[in-house]
């Protein structure tokens, strides 16, 4: 029956692109173009709102769009947007394209491992074929589980990812109806380099702590391992210098915004604000270095 082995050795061959394809690897890829044309996106909102704003103070009273889009600064806002808009609804048909390709993919595996299990049920034990079969089966399944996952990635998008692109007209016009005076408190935020705006600095923020103690648990696992066996705390020294190179990247890019724009962050309504999240993030940065220089040293003098 090296007929039947043949047969499943082909068909596996025939969809092996396709499992190439499919992988968490590359949903993880995609998923994260998602966030990041979002966040893009949002960027442009915040920019929109700083046209409408500056189109109020030029004179434009109309809520209609028409008429707003008379004005230059306005239509450009909207331009923006609208285009930031389109090319993460471009990443989110990407992400959600991938996912029903790998259920449709999936299906196909799955059938090919219930005629490989039908197969084995009838095989005896003395068949020639049968633990060929069986290393293929196996091999299937591990392909399987794997592309199941990837199929699996647009359930980790949350719904802002998956309808701010189709929520987009409906924000327009929320944002048209909002009072000049709502308009005049959220001007201030958008004119700020973008890494300052209240959004981004809370995400980094909230970044930047995870990073600091990311580091520090790392650090001291590393040395608790060293006492035993210096190779063991090779992980979690990598681990840390990885962590570290992350909050560095952040820390670096404020601190170029604070020396580029120290005007913006002087007329800011929220100037101590800023300076003190700067301050901090320069401070959390030293230390994780410190404590990273230290953990080294530590470990090279136990291996002496």
């Known amino acids: 029956m090296a007929k039947e082995l043949e047969k499943f050795k082909a068909e596996h061959k025939k969809l092996a692109a396709g499992t190439k394809t499919y992988t968490t690897a590359e949903g993880a890829k995609l998923k994260k173009r998602v966030g990041i044309s979002l966040g893009n996106a949002w960027e ?8 409408l704003a500056k189109a109020r103070k030029d004179g434009v009273e109309s809520k209609k769009l028409a008429d707003l889009q008379k004005n230059k600064s306005f239509k450009d806002g909207l331009t923006t947007w609208n285009k930031a808009v389109d090319i ?45 079969i069986e290393a293929l089966q196996d091999k299937l399944a591990k ?5 199941k996952k990837a199929a699996q990635y647009e359930g980790k998008l949350n719904a802002a990812q998956k309808f701010y692109a189709a929520n987009f007209q409906k924000t327009v016009a929320r944002i048209l109806k909002e009072s000049d005076e709502s308009q005049d408190k959220k001007l ?24 600091a103690k990311a580091i520090n648990a790392h650090c001291v696992s590393a040395i608790e391992k060293a ?7 090779v992980p979690d020294l990598k681990a840390a210098e990885a962590k570290y190179k992350d909050l560095k990247k952040i820390n670096d890019q404020y601190q170029t915004v604070k020396k580029k724009f120290p005007g913006k962050i002087n007329d800011s309504k929220d100037k101590k604000k800023l300076l003190a999240t700067l301050k901090k993030f320069n401070d959390v940065t030293t230390a994780a270095e410190r404590k990273l220089r230290g953990t ?3 470990i090279k003098k136990a291996a002496v």
């Not at 048909?93 to 090919?112: E, I, Q, T, V």
């Open 143 to 147: 392909e399987t589980a794997e592309v």
């Open 227 to 233: 006492g035993q066996d210096l190779k063991a705390a």
């Open 44 to 51: 442009g909102e915040d920019y929109f709102r700083e046209s």
């Open 88 to 132: 993460h609804q471009k990443e989110l048909d990407a992400m959600l394209g991938f996912c029903s390709n790998a259920k449709a993919h999936l299906a196909k595996l799955d059938k090919l491992l219930a005629d490989i299990g039908k197969d084995l049920k009838k095989r005896s034990k003395t068949s020639a074929s049968k633990k060929d």
């Open 188 to 211: 201030d935020a958008t004119e700020l380099p973008q890494l300052l705006v209240d959004r981004n600095l809370k995400k980094y923020t909230n970044q930047v702590g995870v990073l």
């Open 296 to 298: 080294k040293v530590t």
